[in-house]
């Protein structure tokens, strides 16, 4: 398999060629030069599969430069119970049957740091660490968070070789929970940096650093942010994992809905689909930030300022653009470089392009795709809902995925929702909802009681750099 950039201006590359990288050179994002097809009787043999075997059927298209004992391998070491919590990995659980067709929560959550991004993360980590030892050089991860993303990477990366974590994390603007989950870690190659600042001061000080290129190549300076190739493909498998979970035949659909916030999980869910997965819609839910809402029902691509990006009881989707869109829009647009090129470069100068009333925007809706959006208070109001009908308590994220999920259930068509991440890691509102807070699971317990090893810094871009720099 090789793989372009969605602006058209790359020499293709191998899966390996593409995997550490961050943008195409051109700017564009990687994709595959195609997306593979399987038919009915792949599908049939999938479907008695394991997670990892599955798992391993579906890397085995896209990263086909990697001989396939050691790929089997690093997805055996990922994918166990004793890391995920259950043998299915993602288990479904059925909410309600309904004259409005059966409606399901696949639990995406069950890893390390009680999100989903654990799937994705725990096999970058192994295939980073597979390839850097194979071409002996070092990456520096740096990155900026708020939560979930940081800490699904330093549980990813940790005690791996040739491979150290810098994160920055605005000191004492994180969850309890959040904070101990990553302070605590003690881990020698994993330094979590408490900037004296907010999330966007993190930021800039990533940006900076990165837009340093000769400190960057000096210090092997790199990212695993939610547009890296890798991750899309290892979420692409829960969507097949949740298909056979909930069907018996190949002949029966079903449809997803998926809270979301940078399209990369739900653009995992275009990619399967595209594969050839029986699905009949594609719901894309968004909280009060609905960049996405607005696109999918108007063709209106309109990107936020900081400033108007809502601030809300779902964090990890208060996005102000959608980092991997751009690779959804170039399949919309039948793949076709030149054109996504000149929209991104509208982006760019005005903050918006608009493809409604197009012949393209219409196959958006075709291929199933529909979006809703929610508010703080029908996010309460959907946690309580399933509390008392179904003794579930959902997180925030999910209730947003669940609430927009009411709209576009049908009859024979089992609905899908993903549970992006355990309640226990958004208790406040989980108090306001129903009056009490989650339990975090039993090993998580006291968690907030270990050593927590920080540092402390102002946010001083020379301190930053001479910090990596005497650790590099
Ligand atoms: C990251 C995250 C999302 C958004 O996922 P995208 O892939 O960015 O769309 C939703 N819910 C939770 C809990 C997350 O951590």
């Given at each position: 398999?090789?793989?372009?950039?969605?602006?058209?201006?790359?020499?293709?590359?191998?899966?390996?060629?593409?995997?550490?990288?961050?943008?195409?050179?051109?700017?564009?994002?990687?994709?595959?030069?195609?997306?593979?097809?399987?038919?009915?009787?792949?599908?049939?043999?999938?479907?008695?599969?394991?997670?990892?075997?599955?798992?391993?059927?579906?890397?085995?298209?896209?990263?086909?430069?990697?001989?396939?004992?050691?790929?089997?391998?690093?997805?055996?070491?990922?994918?166990?119970?004793?890391?995920?919590?259950?043998?299915?990995?993602?288990?479904?659980?059925?909410?309600?049957?309904?004259?409005?067709?059966?409606?399901?929560?696949?639990?995406?959550?069950?890893?390390?740091?009680?999100?989903?991004?654990?799937?994705?993360?725990?096999?970058?980590?192994?295939?980073?660490?597979?390839?850097?030892?194979?071409?002996?050089?070092?990456?520096?991860?740096?990155?900026?968070?708020?939560?979930?993303?940081?800490?699904?990477?330093?549980?990813?990366?940790?005690?791996?070789?040739?491979?150290?974590?810098?994160?920055?994390?605005?000191?004492?603007?994180?969850?309890?929970?959040?904070?101990?989950?990553?302070?605590?870690?003690?881990?020698?190659?994993?330094?979590?940096?408490?900037?004296?600042?907010?999330?966007?001061?993190?930021?800039?000080?990533?940006?900076?650093?990165?837009?340093?290129?000769?400190?960057?190549?000096?210090?092997?300076?790199?990212?695993?942010?939610?547009?890296?190739?890798?991750?899309?493909?290892?979420?692409?498998?829960?969507?097949?994992?949740?298909?056979?979970?909930?069907?018996?035949?190949?002949?029966?659909?079903?449809?997803?809905?998926?809270?979301?916030?940078?399209?990369?999980?739900?653009?995992?869910?275009?990619?399967?689909?595209?594969?050839?997965?029986?699905?009949?819609?594609?719901?894309?839910?968004?909280?009060?930030?609905?960049?996405?809402?607005?696109?999918?029902?108007?063709?209106?691509?309109?990107?936020?300022?900081?400033?108007?990006?809502?601030?809300?009881?779902?964090?990890?989707?208060?996005?102000?653009?959608?980092?991997?869109?751009?690779?959804?829009?170039?399949?919309?647009?039948?793949?076709?470089?030149?054109?996504?090129?000149?929209?991104?470069?509208?982006?760019?100068?005005?903050?918006?392009?608009?493809?409604?009333?197009?012949?393209?925007?219409?196959?958006?809706?075709?291929?199933?795709?529909?979006?809703?959006?929610?508010?703080?208070?029908?996010?309460?109001?959907?946690?309580?809902?399933?509390?008392?009908?179904?003794?579930?308590?959902?997180?925030?994220?999910?209730?947003?995925?669940?609430?927009?999920?009411?709209?576009?259930?049908?009859?024979?068509?089992?609905?899908?929702?993903?549970?992006?991440?355990?309640?226990?890691?958004?208790?406040?509102?989980?108090?306001?909802?129903?009056?009490?807070?989650?339990?975090?699971?039993?090993?998580?317990?006291?968690?907030?009681?270990?050593?927590?090893?920080?540092?402390?810094?102002?946010?001083d871009l020379a301190l930053l750099k001479r910090f990596i720099a005497a650790r590099t």
């Open positions: 398999m090789r793989y372009i950039s969605t602006r058209g201006g790359m020499e293709p590359l191998s899966f390996t060629g593409v995997l550490l990288g961050g943008l195409a050179p051109d700017g564009g994002l990687v994709v595959p030069e195609q997306i593979p097809r399987v038919d009915d009787a792949t599908l049939q043999q999938w479907r008695g599969q394991t997670y990892a075997e599955l798992a391993f059927s579906i890397l085995s298209l896209y990263c086909d430069d990697i001989p396939q004992d050691d790929l089997r391998a690093m997805v055996d070491r990922t994918y166990t119970a004793k890391t995920f919590g259950s043998p299915e990995i993602t288990p479904l659980t059925l909410l309600e049957e309904g004259p409005a067709g059966p409606l399901y929560l696949e639990h995406l959550s069950h890893g390390p740091t009680l999100a989903f991004k654990d799937l994705a993360m725990q096999l970058l980590g192994q295939l980073f660490e597979y390839v850097l030892l194979k071409e002996d050089r070092w990456l520096n991860v740096l990155g900026a968070t708020s939560g979930d993303t940081g800490s699904a990477a330093e549980y990813a990366m940790r005690g791996k070789r040739n491979m150290r974590v810098f994160m920055l994390s605005p000191d004492g603007r994180m969850s309890r929970f959040q904070r101990a989950q990553m302070y605590s870690l003690q881990d020698p190659n994993i330094f979590n940096i408490a900037i004296d600042g907010v999330f966007d001061d993190c930021q800039d000080m990533v940006k900076a650093v990165s837009s340093d290129l000769a400190f960057k190549q000096r210090r092997s300076i790199g990212t695993v942010n939610s547009i890296n190739w890798a991750r899309v493909v290892a979420q692409v498998v829960y969507y097949f994992k949740g298909y056979f979970a909930a069907t018996t035949a190949n002949d029966q659909q079903v449809s997803f809905a998926v809270p979301t916030g940078n399209f990369g999980n739900v653009l995992a869910a275009h990619i399967a689909r595209m594969m050839g997965l029986p699905v009949a819609k594609l719901v894309v839910a968004t909280n009060e930030n609905d960049v996405l809402d607005e696109f999918f029902k108007t063709g209106l691509y309109r990107v936020r300022s900081n400033a108007q990006t809502h601030e809300t009881s779902s964090p990890s989707m208060d996005i102000s653009k959608a980092s991997n869109f751009e690779r959804f829009v170039f399949d919309l647009l039948d793949r076709d470089g030149a054109r996504v090129a000149s929209l991104w470069q509208m982006v760019d100068a005005h903050g918006e392009f608009d493809l409604g009333g197009t012949r393209e925007f219409h196959r958006a809706e075709s291929w199933g795709f529909r979006s809703g959006s929610s508010s703080h208070a029908q996010r309460i109001d959907t946690i309580r809902h399933w509390r008392d009908k179904a003794s579930i308590v959902v997180d925030t994220h999910t209730a947003d995925g669940l609430a927009v999920a009411q709209q576009y259930r049908e009859a024979g068509v089992p609905m899908i929702c993903m549970q992006t991440a355990q309640a226990a890691k958004f208790a406040e509102s989980i108090r306001e909802a129903i009056g009490e807070e989650p339990l975090p699971p039993p090993a998580y317990r006291g968690l907030e009681s270990l050593v927590q090893r920080y540092t402390l810094m102002p946010a």
